[in-house]
C-alpha cells in the first residue's frame, strides 16, 4: 500500500490530482508495490511490483516513462536470443530459474527493489542474470553486475556514492581500477547487496580485489560456519523478536508525506 498525504501548499492542488489519479490506474490494474525509490533530483520514482516489472513515473506529471519487465518469460526469450550480453550456460540457467521458483515460494524472502544513482540517470536493480545497470536516457543496459556470481541471488540492494555535502568522496588510485588513460583518482562507488538465502553482505567496487596469501585478508572476509551453538542461540533471538519489527516507513519531504 502506498499512502500519501499533502501539505497546504500551492503546488500540492496540482500533485493530489495526479496522485488520485495514478492510485486510480494502479488499483485498475490491481497492481501493488512492494518497493518505492525517487530519484535523487525529485524529478522520477520507480516503483518494484510482483509481476516482476518495474515501473518509471515522472513525478511532476505521473505519467509512465519506462517499464522494465524481468519476469521469468522474458529471461527464457533472452536465454533463447543471439545477445551474449544476457545469455548463460544452459545448466547455469537451469539452476538460476530453480531458485527463482524457490524465490516465489518463500514468503520471508527479501522483496526486490529498484534504485537510482546520484546523477538521476542510472537505474540500478537485481535480476535472474544479475544486477542490471540500466541506463534511463538511452534505455540500455549500461552493465551487468554479479553475473559470474553464480551461486548467489542478489535481491536487496543500495548505493554509497560518497557524501558530497562534506567533499569526502571516497577514491582510488587509477590503476587499482585498471585504468590507464588518466593518472587522477577516480570516485569508488560501492553497491551494497544482500542475497537470497545468504548471511552475508555483499559488496560491488570498482577496485580489484586483493589476493593475498593471508586468507582473512582477501576477498571473503568471513567464510567459516558459525558453531552450532551461536546458531541455535541466534534462532531462538530471531523469533522472539520477529513480531516487533517495523513493516513500514514514512517520509517527510517538503511537499507529501509518504508511507509505504
Given at each position: 500500500?502506498?499512502d500519501i498525504?499533502?501539505s497546504?501548499?500551492p503546488?500540492s492542488?496540482?500533485f493530489?490530482k495526479?496522485?488520485?489519479?495514478f492510485c486510480?490506474l494502479?488499483?485498475?490494474l490491481q497492481?501493488?508495490c512492494?518497493?518505492?525509490q ?12 510482483p509481476?516482476?516489472r518495474?515501473?518509471i513515473?515522472w ?13 521469468l518469460?522474458?529471461a527464457?526469450?533472452l536465454q533463447?536470443?543471439d545477445?551474449?550480453?544476457y545469455?548463460l550456460e544452459?545448466?547455469?540457467f537451469g539452476?538460476?530459474?530453480a531458485?527463482?521458483?524457490?524465490i516465489e ?9 529498484a534504485i537510482f544513482?546520484?546523477s538521476?540517470?542510472?537505474l540500478?536493480?537485481?535480476?535472474l542474470?544479475g544486477?542490471k545497470?540500466v541506463?534511463?536516457?538511452?534505455n540500455k543496459v549500461?552493465?551487468?553486475l ?7 541471488r ?9 557524501d ?6 571516497r577514491k582510488?588510485p ?7 588513460e588518466?593518472k ?7 553497491l551494497?547487496?544482500c ?6 553482505i555483499?559488496?560491488?567496487s570498482?577496485?580489484?580485489p ?5 586468507a582473512t585478508k582477501?576477498?571473503?572476509?568471513f567464510?567459516?560456519k558459525?558453531p ?9 533471538i530471531?523469533k522472539?523478536?520477529?513480531t516487533s ?10 511537499l ?5
Open positions: 500500500m502506498l498525504s499533502f497546504e501548499l503546488f492542488k496540482h493530489k495526479f496522485c488520485q489519479e486510480l494502479y488499483c485498475q497492481y501493488y512492494i518497493a518505492y525517487v530519484s535523487p533530483d525529485g524529478k522520477q520514482f520507480s516503483i518494484t511490483s509481476d516482476r518495474i515501473r513515473f513525478f511532476k506529471t505521473g505519467k509512465l516513462r519506462r517499464v522494465y519487465d524481468e519476469s518469460e522474458v527464457q526469450d533463447r536470443s545477445a551474449p550480453l545469455r544452459a545448466i547455469d539452476r538460476r530459474m531458485v527463482e521458483k524457490e515460494k518463500t514468503e520471508s524472502a527479501p522483496q526486490p527493489n544513482d546520484g538521476s540517470n542510472f540500478i536493480y537485481a535480476t542474470l544486477i545497470v541506463n534511463l536516457h538511452t549500461a552493465r551487468i554479479g553475473k559470474v556470481e553464480n551461486n548467489d542478489f535481491l536487496r540492494i543500495a548505493l554509497y556514492q560518497g558530497r555535502s562534506s567533499k569526502k568522496v582510488i587509477a590503476a587499482a581500477a585498471n585504468v590507464n588518466s587522477e583518482p577516480l570516485t569508488d562507488p560501492t551494497l547487496c542475497a537470497f538465502k545468504k548471511h552475508r555483499y559488496l560491488f570498482r577496485r580489484e586483493e589476493e593475498p596469501e593471508d582477501g576477498r571473503d572476509v567464510n567459516e558459525p552450532p551453538d551461536e546458531l541455535l542461540a541466534a534462532s531462538d530471531g522472539a523478536v520477529t519489527l517495523p513493516d513500514n516507513v514514512v517520509s517527510f519531504p517538503s507529501l508525506a509518504l508511507c509505504l
